[in-house]
């Protein structure tokens, strides 16, 4: 089975920065994608950043130019460097490993961390 864990998150002021990071345990072959999204009190979720296998990324429009995403494939990890943080960028960020294939199985799968709290104050 696999698993993920999110840590990093906290309180920052307006203008700070965090880093963000998602491990994965378990017996992971392969990984199609990997990627953040985030929920704000009251509103939907929404895709944050994400990374494909071969190395292509995307963001968010309201996170562009402030937000890095990077992995470490050695140990099944994804970071979100996040800098010049904003109020609006407070929520519950969720990590994600997308089209996961282990060693057990020839099926693919996707999987969530628990979530860490991301709190912008100004």
């Known amino acids: 089975q696999v698993q993920l864990v999110e840590s990093g998150g906290g309180l920052v002021q307006a203008g700070g920065s965090l880093r963000l990071s998602c491990a994965a345990s378990?017996?992971?072959?392969?990984?199609?994608?990997m990627g953040w999204d985030r929920q704000a009190p009251g509103k939907q979720r929404e895709l944050v950043a994400g990374?494909?296998?071969?190395?292509?990324?995307n963001y968010a429009g309201s996170v562009k130019g402030r937000f890095t995403i990077s992995r470490d494939n050695a140990k099944n990890t994804v970071y979100l460097q996040m800098n010049s943080l904003k109020p609006e960028d407070t929520g519950v960020y969720y990590c994600?490993?997308?089209?996961?294939?282990?060693?057990?199985?020839?099926?693919?799968?996707?999987?969530w961390g628990q979530g860490t709290q991301v709190t912008v104050s100004s």
């Open positions: 378990g017996s992971i072959f392969s990984i199609l994608a």
């Open positions: 990374i494909t296998s071969g190395g292509s990324t």
């Open positions: 994600k490993f997308s089209g996961v294939l282990t060693t057990r199985t020839f099926l693919r799968d996707d999987y």
